[in-house]
């Protein structure tokens, strides 16, 4: 749960208001964000980023995902 406790924190705090993992609106939520960042355009800041830089954050997302789906399989994601 480390990688998804750091995704929860980092998007808290841009949120301006804390996400409650025991709230399943804010899983879906959570799960959204996820698949938003892992678009290829939004993974790679459309080119701006190199391979490494843009894999290194697919393996984030894509851990977080997976550690979601942990806590709730029934959240819908696409791009991860």
Do not use: W
């Not at 749960?1 to 804010?26: C, W, Y």
């Not at 960042?37 to 830089?53: F, K, M, R, T």
């Amino acid at each position: 749960m480390k990688n998804l406790q750091t995704f929860i924190h980092r998007e808290s705090e841009v949120r301006g208001a804390p996400f409650d993992i025991n709230d399943p609106l804010h899983r879906q939520e959570l799960g959204e964000l996820i698949d938003c960042q892992a678009s290829p355009e939004n993974l790679y800041c459309d080119g701006e980023i190199s391979v490494a830089e843009g894999a290194r954050k697919s393996r984030f997302l894509t851990a977080c995902a997976r550690e979601l789906l942990k806590i709730d399989p029934t959240i819908k994601l696409y791009e991860v």
